[in-house]
């Protein structure tokens, strides 16, 4: 069993930047690839990007890739979402995930372990 927790949610504005973490506890993080995924209201949950359980491979929406980054510290069983350039667009609950993969999925219905979410509000 996986538990997550994300930190870091906030407001900011437009073309700023702000960090996301997520700590997980429980097993061992380094086994598991993580993804996150954002929800806006009204909206489906979408994915924003994902990391392999190496740090070499990160993925990324085509709406996030350039401005976002995903890093992870196993020794400190965290993953990290660095988010720049920030948009209205960007606001929504954003969502931690771990899944025993080896490729990271890019559907949320392939991951195991949920966090509870941190809202982001990006002020135009």
């Known amino acids: 069993q996986v538990q997550l927790a994300e930190s870091g949610g906030g407001l900011v504005q437009a073309g700023g930047s702000l960090t996301l973490s997520c700590a997980a506890s429980?097993?061992?993080?380094?086994?598991?690839?993580m993804g996150w995924f954002r929800q806006a209201p009204g909206k489906e949950r979408e994915f924003v990007g994902s990391?392999?359980?190496?740090?070499?491979?990160?993925y990324y929406a085509d709406s996030v890739k350039g401005r976002f980054t995903i890093s992870r510290d196993n020794a400190k069983n965290t993953v990290y979402l660095q988010m720049n350039s920030l948009k209205s667009e960007d606001t929504a609950v954003y969502y931690c995930?771990?899944?025993?993969?080896?490729?990271?999925?890019?559907?949320?219905?392939?991951?195991?372990?949920w966090g509870q979410g941190t809202q982001v509000t990006v002020s135009s």
């Open positions: 995930a771990a899944a025993a993969a080896t490729i990271p999925p890019v559907s949320s219905d392939n991951y195991d372990y």
């Open positions: 429980g097993r061992t993080f380094s086994i598991f690839v």
């Open positions: 990391i392999r359980r190496s740090s070499i491979s990160a």
